[in-house]
Every structure is written in structure tokens, then in C-alpha cells.
């Protein structure tokens, strides 16, 4: 079969719910990859394949959903044992050699959602629109996804950061339609802003510089343990300075929005689009 040769923005992984990574991958559990994708030499008889994913050493943990999505295939295979198939978007990941499927055919899942255990070993295929991919490559787009809501303050369950103190932004009154909207077109967003097809105004930069700067002298950094949601160590002292930051960040975004594709927080009236328009203006 052909390869299909994607656009990147088509690519880009939408999720109500939020992302989250297929297994746990810290220092409890180390997870190996044993036989990677594409042509390998077959652990047993040593001679060369093609393999449709990755294997790695899991050890029984815990699986879960990535994001929204629907289960569509749950079965037993000769080559894969119990398997898990779960539908995202154009995505397909398959996990192979599970010990425990928890959902059935057609059930909705969201992200976090444990769906399955693996076995001591756990194969992990990937396809989109019909076509195999590398699975390393997916999870590096699922972990910037996840990364690029946490710099904006969004965990897993689509929550503003909380520093056990309120964090107040410009945008607090419309934040769960926002949150809507960054887990649709945030990945674009970054995307633009990496490639250089989007760029943020001088004016805001150098706010957010300024307002890191300040952060630094006043040792705001690492003043608690970094988690996923809060990944620079912020404590209760840093709420004012971390409500800034969030206000030009989420202003931004939603300039993004206005500019490219004409979409604005739904209660917003003329007035408001142009108020953002003339502070994000890029140029």
C-alpha cells in the first residue's frame, strides 16, 4: 500500500476532554521500549518483518483513553493476544497483549479514562486515516498537547491551575467556553506559533518578559514541588503575577481565533472583538 503523505494541521488530535498519555511513564514505572516500529529482527527467529507498532515492557499497568473518543474493536488475535481499539478523531491506537479490557464495543470514552491493564508486555499500534504511523510519534504530539494546556494553566480535567489561592484572569466570566476552545484549536495555535505563520505582538512579548523578569528577582520559580498543571513550582505567593501571565497568554489564543478563523467567545459583542483586536494586534 501507497503512504499517504498528511497535512499537519490535518493531524492535529481535538479533544473535549482534554489529553492524556496511554500509561504511566515515571520513575515507578518504567516503561522499555523492547521492538520498535517499522522493519525489526524478530526477537524469536531473528529474521527481518514489518512491525505495525511498538512493544514495550509494562509490567501490568494501568491504560487509558488519550482523549475523547469511541471504542471500536475489542477482541483476540493470533499475533496480539486480547486487544483494545479506541477511536480519536482520524486516530486508531491499538493496545495489544492487554491482561483486561474494561469497555465494550462502542462505548464513549474521555481522556483519563481507564479502559484496560496490560500484560508484561504491551504492544502499541497506531494508525491514521487508515495508515500506520510511528507510535513514538503520536506520543510526542499527545505529550505537547498535554504541555501546552498545562503553560496555560488546563490539567487533565480541564481545570485552571490552582494554587489552593484564586488565580483571576481578564477572562475568568467566559473560562469554561474557552477551555472549549483551546482543547479544539490550541494545537494549531502552537503549531502557527513554532512555524512562524502566527506570531505574537512586540507589545505582548515584551509584557511577558517583563513580568518573568520580575517573577525570577522576586524567586517566584520552584517554590513547591512541579506537577503536569503547575510545571514551574509556582506557590500562593505568585497568584497575582501568574493571573498576568494567564491573561496575555489566553489573550493571545483568542486573538488567534479572531484573526484566523473569525471565531470569538460566543457572549462577546463588537466592542470586546475590537478591544482584543487592538491590544493582541500582531505586526
Same mark, same amino acid.
Given at each position: *500500500?501507497? /503512504?499517504?503523505?498528511?497535512?499537519?494541521?490535518d493531524?492535529?488530535?481535538?479533544?473535549?476532554?482534554?489529553?492524556?498519555?496511554?500509561?504511566?511513564g515515571?520513575?515507578?514505572?518504567?516503561?522499555?521500549?523492547?521492538?520498535?516500529?517499522?522493519?525489526?529482527?524478530?526477537?524469536?527467529?531473528?529474521?527481518?518483518f514489518?512491525?505495525?507498532?511498538?512493544d514495550?515492557?509494562?509490567?501490568?499497568l494501568?491504560?487509558?483513553?488519550?482523549?475523547?473518543?469511541?471504542?471500536?474493536?475489542?477482541? $483476540?488475535?493470533?499475533?496480539?493476544e486480547?486487544?483494545?481499539?479506541?477511536?480519536?478523531?482520524?486516530?486508531?491506537?491499538k493496545?495489544?497483549?492487554?491482561?483486561?479490557?474494561?469497555?465494550n464495543?462502542?462505548?464513549?470514552?474521555?481522556?483519563?479514562?481507564?479502559?484496560?491493564?496490560?500484560?508484561?508486555?504491551?504492544?502499541?499500534?497506531?494508525?491514521? +486515516?487508515?495508515?500506520?504511523? +510511528?507510535?513514538? +510519534?503520536?506520543?510526542?504530539?499527545?505529550?505537547?498537547?498535554?504541555?501546552?494546556?498545562?503553560?496555560?494553566?488546563? $490539567?487533565n480535567? =480541564?481545570?485552571?491551575?490552582?494554587?489552593?489561592v484564586?488565580?483571576?484572569?481578564?477572562?475568568?466570566?467566559?473560562?469554561n467556553?474557552?477551555?472549549?476552545?483551546?482543547?479544539?484549536?490550541?494545537p494549531?495555535? *502552537? /503549531?502557527?506559533?513554532?512555524?512562524?505563520?502566527?506570531?505574537?505582538?512586540?507589545?505582548?512579548?515584551?509584557?511577558?518578559?517583563?513580568?518573568?523578569?520580575? =517573577?525570577?528577582?522576586? /524567586?517566584?520559580?520552584?517554590?513547591?514541588?512541579?506537577?503536569?498543571?503547575?510545571?514551574?513550582?509556582?506557590?500562593a505567593?505568585?497568584?497575582?503575577?501568574?493571573?498576568?501571565?494567564?491573561?496575555?497568554?489566553?489573550?493571545?489564543f483568542?486573538?488567534?481565533?479572531?484573526?484566523?478563523? /473569525?471565531?470569538?467567545?460566543?457572549?462577546?459583542?463588537?466592542d470586546?472583538?475590537?478591544?482584543?483586536?487592538?491590544?493582541?494586534?500582531?505586526?
Open positions: *500500500m501507497e /503512504n499517504k503523505t498528511f497535512d499537519k494541521k493531524m492535529l488530535l481535538e479533544s473535549s476532554s482534554g489529553f492524556f498519555m496511554p500509561f504511566p515515571d520513575e515507578e514505572h518504567d516503561v522499555e521500549i523492547l521492538l520498535g516500529f517499522g522493519e525489526q529482527l524478530h526477537p524469536s527467529t531473528q529474521k527481518k514489518n512491525h505495525t507498532g511498538i514495550l515492557a509494562t509490567g501490568n494501568p491504560l487509558f483513553a488519550v482523549a475523547t473518543g469511541t471504542v471500536v474493536g475489542v477482541g $483476540n488475535d493470533a499475533i496480539h486480547n486487544f483494545i481499539i479506541t477511536r480519536y478523531g482520524k486516530y486508531d491506537v493496545y495489544g497483549h492487554v491482561s483486561e479490557a474494561y469497555c464495543y462502542g462505548t464513549h470514552v474521555k481522556a483519563g479514562q481507564q479502559i484496560a491493564k496490560s500484560g508484561g508486555i504491551l504492544h502499541f499500534e497506531v494508525r491514521f +486515516d487508515g495508515q500506520l504511523i +510511528d507510535p513514538t +510519534d503520536f506520543l510526542k504530539m499527545l505529550y505537547s498537547n498535554i504541555m501546552q494546556l498545562s503553560v496555560l494553566g488546563i $490539567n480535567e =480541564a481545570q485552571f491551575v490552582d494554587l489552593n484564586p488565580i483571576k484572569t481578564d477572562y475568568d466570566a467566559d473560562q467556553e474557552i477551555i472549549q476552545l483551546m482543547l479544539r484549536w490550541l494549531e495555535y *502552537m /503549531n502557527e506559533l513554532r512555524t512562524g505563520s502566527y506570531h505574537t505582538s512586540d507589545l505582548v512579548e515584551a509584557q511577558l518578559r517583563n513580568i518573568f523578569m520580575q =517573577a525570577a528577582e522576586k /524567586n517566584y520559580f520552584f517554590e513547591s514541588i512541579p506537577t503536569l498543571s503547575n510545571p514551574l513550582g509556582l506557590s505567593r505568585s497568584s497575582l503575577m501568574a493571573g498576568k501571565a494567564q491573561s496575555l497568554l489566553i489573550g493571545d483568542l486573538n488567534f481565533l479572531g484573526s484566523r478563523h /473569525n471565531i470569538f467567545v460566543s457572549t462577546w459583542d463588537d470586546k472583538k475590537k478591544v482584543l483586536s487592538a491590544r493582541f494586534q500582531t505586526g
